[in-house]
């Protein structure tokens, strides 16, 4: 949280429930509105935090942040971000997300 916090984000919430899925950090920088995804590892060995993001989470997150969009009047933008970490190592992927990947046509029209 304050590693968003410190880059001008505002945090408009933690750990908050959409439906079935829960979104770690809600932020908002602009009209942007931003989903952030925390995964740790200890170490960085069977791929590591990055790779600990998997397909079926990362398309609840982008349906949680259409929802959520539809919620703020302001928000022209979404994206999803993953904050890895592994050990003492901080990885910050900004649209580690995108909805070409995980979307279906009909979907995507939303974002």
């Known amino acids: ?3 968003y916090f410190a880059r ?3 945090v408009l919430g933690r750990n908050l429930r959409v ?3 829960q979104v770690d950090l809600v932020c908002r920088r602009g009209n942007q509105l931003v989903l952030v995804e925390v995964k740790r590892r200890r170490t960085s060995a069977h ?3 990055r790779q600990a993001l998997g397909y079926d989470q990362a398309r609840r ?4 942040g259409m929802w959520l969009r539809g919620s703020y009047p302001w928000a022209r933008g979404m994206r999803v971000d993953l904050v890895a970490i592994d050990g003492w190592r901080v990885q910050v992927v900004h ?3 995108d909805g070409d990947t995980y979307l279906s046509d009909s979907e995507r029209v939303m974002l």
Do not use: F, N, P
Request: hydrophobic share 45%; net charge positive; no cysteine.
């Open 19 to 21: 439906g079935h899925t």
């Open 1 to 3: 949280m304050v590693l």
């Open 8 to 10: 001008g984000y505002r």
């Open 61 to 64: 997150l982008l349906r949680a």
């Open 95 to 97: 649209g580690a997300v």
């Open 47 to 49: 791929g590591g935090a």
